[in-house]
């Protein structure tokens, strides 16, 4: 029996349970997929959750807000992506170590490169480990990105993270005026903040008194609800936007892989919902 989980704090959204039901189902396979809802604090939770991934309770784990980081100090060894990116949303033993990976920088890129073709010249919202993910996967597909966060100092320790010899990377202030500068050359615009999610949907990252760059297209991390205001209002600026859905596919399908041998069919997991763009 196959004991699958998510750790995070608040999980009351998460669509990953139906998600992984369906690629268990589709896949011949018995198993659960548990939340498990540890608060920013909980350290001690963490430590006893993988515990179990240890001595085979828990066959592996996801990781999202607020442990993507938080989780590394517990683990005993961390895949050549998760090390670059500095965060961890997959956990599992491989050769008898308890692994960190990170599908969502892959998963990102599958999804993004579906819809968007343009993804040269990119403005990143936020610096947290969702953040870094993005960064990583766009930085390697060739784009100039840059980083606006609230917090300055969070966004330079991110770039600082990546070799930049061809100075790719930048950081800019997150207010109206600064990003305004930016407008003129963006085609891609990608919020990794969870302004907007749910319950707190009349928010949006981006500033009410900067208008969109009308060559860019934005691509909201925040999956629920199906329709973030950041989404359409984008949408109703003319520009082509999507949530963060997608991603999340495109990532459960690769940590199933990891966890289990099979990689279930995107198009599978899909049919969980209903609003595929």
């Not at 596919?249 to 595929?276: C, M, N």
Request: glycine residues 8%; proline residues 8%.
């Amino acid at each position: 029996m196959i004991q699958l989980g998510l750790i995070g704090y608040p999980l009351g959204h998460s669509l990953s349970p139906r998600i992984y039901k369906a690629a268990l189902e589709t896949c011949g396979l018995k198993g659960d997929y548990s939340l498990f809802p540890i608060a920013p604090a909980g350290q001690q939770g963490l430590k006893d959750l993988l515990t179990h991934v240890r001595t085979g309770e828990i066959t592996g784990l996801n990781v999202t807000i607020p442990h993507k980081q938080n989780v590394i100090p517990l683990l005993d060894e961390l895949t050549p992506t998760a090390k670059a990116i500095g965060a961890v949303n997959t956990i599992s033993m491989q050769n008898g170590k308890l692994t960190g990976d990170n599908t969502d920088a892959p998963g990102f890129l599958a999804d993004l490169k579906r819809l968007i073709e343009n993804r040269g010249t990119a403005l990143v919202l936020g610096a947290g480990g969702s953040a870094h993910a993005a960064v990583y996967a766009l930085f390697n597909d060739g784009a100039t990105v840059t980083v606006a966060a609230r917090r300055t100092e969070q966004a330079q320790a991110l770039i600082n993270q990546f070799p930049n010899p061809d100075y790719r990377l930048s950081t800019i202030d997150y207010q109206t005026t600064a990003l305004h500068s930016l407008l003129p050359t963006l085609s891609l615009i990608v919020n990794t903040t969870p302004v907007g999610m749910s319950p707190n949907v009349d928010a949006s990252p981006w500033p009410a008194d900067l208008p969109f760059p009308p060559k860019a297209a934005v691509y909201d991390l925040v999956y629920n609800p199906h329709e973030t205001k950041l989404v359409k209002d984008a949408r109703d600026a003319g520009i082509p936007a999507t949530t963060g859905l997608g991603m999340l596919i495109e990532q459960a399908a690769l940590a199933f892989e990891i966890w289990t041998g099979y990689k279930p069919l995107s198009d599978v997991l899909w049919k969980t919902e209903d609003d595929r763009p």
